[in-house]
């Protein structure tokens, strides 16, 4: 559905960045998704979001 990544400095700016789903930091071996328009959370935490939502888009974008 969504490119995966596991979380690794390149994927993940800096330490202090957090899920924006759930507000919980990021840390190394989280999976993560990054979205088409940019956006990282965490992989579970968006698919729930798209799952539950009325009309599926980012949940910073929508």
Excluded: N
Aim: net charge neutral.
């Amino acid at each position: 559905m969504y490119p995966q990544r596991h979380g690794c400095s390149s994927v993940i700016p800096d330490s202090s960045s957090c899920c924006s789903v759930c507000l919980s930091s990021y840390q190394t071996d989280d999976v993560v998704t990054v979205l088409k328009c940019g956006h990282l959370f965490h992989d579970e935490c968006v698919r729930k979001w798209i799952a539950l939502a009325h009309v599926p888009a980012c949940p910073l974008c929508r």
